[in-house]
């Protein structure tokens, strides 16, 4: 056989998709498994977005090739949006890079920019491509740790002088994922100046920044002025506008970081399906009242999570936003062993908080991508199989 790249060594198969292969295997054995570990949303987009898809793909003239930056109506519905949500100016000719879903730019971001032995700082317990990225690159991960006394937020002052000197790009991640914790514009405005003293690129990934509860809106980093001089954001409509499947995703900020991201984007991909964009267009103009009742199920979801762990005596926080609850386990138990049994026994999956790193254990990652009755049901199972431990 031809070896693999010596940089195809520094991958795994990804935890969820190995976790698929198990369940699909214990589905074939006719056993029902509920899912509470991956976040796709279960619900659909509106029949707006879904007829604009429709109208696009029924023209002949939309199934060529697009431009690599996608189309001017796509570049000012993401200014667009940003200025109706934070009220920040975007240049939409200079300042978004359209992705093939925010996954996708935060892999290549990296590889634009880590060069072999460059240091990346990357927040502990988090988003799994953050440091899969670094590592292929042929960078080093510094973890800072997400701590529960910290509000799950980074403390910068902790991060060594030598480290932050080496330091190229900072990840952050609010509403946060796995953790659900969010993050202030005071917090934005400490992380830019630590940013400014050392020359390091903030890298916000905002993926959650539009699933918000009880009345919280989430910040941008660019509401913190200059955070564009130091800052880039990844932004996505997967989670936001219930398009997970479409890839649609963006990245805003710093003209001359997008400018590096665009080059090597011309030499990966061929840009998106038009009817694609066109949706997308839709889904970011019209009226966004949906959202907020969007937000309502997933928040009427998230209490029944928390009033069930909280019967169980697990003293869980209540999220603001995102679409996860962080669980701390009972009596100490192992995050992977805790998560395994549970799938094994009781048949529902939830995922280990070692997935997203060292400082994930003793937690489960909680989703609320289901329906009201398949939480119940998953509840009342890990609170009997719980009850046998």
């Known amino acids: ?21 198990r369940i699909a295997s214990l589905e074939a054995q006719g056993i029902k498994v509920i899912r509470l570990d991956v976040g796709s949303p279960d619900l659909p987009p509106p029949p707006s977005i879904l007829d604009a898809l429709y109208r696009s793909a029924n023209r ?13 109506a796509l570049l000012n519905a993401w200014a667009r949006m940003y200025g109706n949500l934070y009220g920040v100016e975007i240049d939409p000719k ?8 925010s996954k996708e730019g935060i892999f290549h971001l990296t590889q634009a920019f880590v060069n072999p032995g460059d240091l990346v700082l990357i927040p502990d317990p988090g988003y799994l491509t953050y440091e899969a990225a670094t590592r292929f690159a042929g960078g080093e991960v510094y973890r800072m740790p997400l701590l529960p006394q910290n509000d799950y937020l980074p403390d910068f002052s902790t991060v060594p002088d030598e480290i932050a000197k080496r330091a190229k790009i900072m990840w952050l991640n609010y509403p946060n994922n796995p953790t ?22 903030i890298c916000h990934d905002a993926a959650y920044a539009q699933i918000t509860y009880d009345g919280y809106r989430s910040p941008s980093v660019f509401e913190v002025d200059p955070a564009k001089e130091v800052s880039i954001e990844f932004n996505t409509l997967s989670k936001s506008h219930n398009m997970a499947g479409w890839r649609v995703g963006a990245a805003l900020g710093n003209a001359n970081v997008l400018k590096t991201l665009y080059t090597l984007k011309t030499q990966v991909d061929s840009g998106h399906f ?3 964009l066109d949706a997308a267009v839709q889904a970011m103009t019209e009226d966004q009242g949906w959202l907020l009742e969007r937000n309502q199920i997933y928040q009427r979801r998230r209490d029944l999570i928390v009033k069930s762990l909280r019967q169980m005596g697990i003293d869980v926080q209540t999220p603001l936003a995102s679409l996860y609850v962080w669980m701390p386990l009972p009596n100490g138990r192992s995050s992977e062993t805790f998560c395994r049994q549970l799938l094994e026994e009781a048949h529902v999956s939830i995922t280990p908080g070692t997935v997203f790193g060292k400082y994930g ?21 890990l609170a009997g199989w719980m009850a046998k431990q």
């Open 94 to 101: 200079s300042e978004v890079v359209p992705l093939l879903g």
């Open 1 to 21: 056989m031809i070896e693999s790249a010596m940089r195809m060594q520094t991958l795994q198969t990804q935890f969820f998709a190995g976790l698929a292969t």
């Open 180 to 201: 659900a914790a969010t993050a202030t514009k005071e917090f934005f405005a400490q992380a830019a100046e630590f940013a400014r003293k050392h020359n390091i690129l």
């Open 274 to 276: 038009r009817p694609i």
């Open 60 to 72: 002949p003239d939309t199934h060529g090739y697009q431009p690599h930056n996608g189309s001017a």
């Open 361 to 381: 254990e003793g937690y489960a990652r909680i989703c609320v991508c289901l329906a009201d009755d398949l939480i119940v049901e998953a509840m009342d199972r």
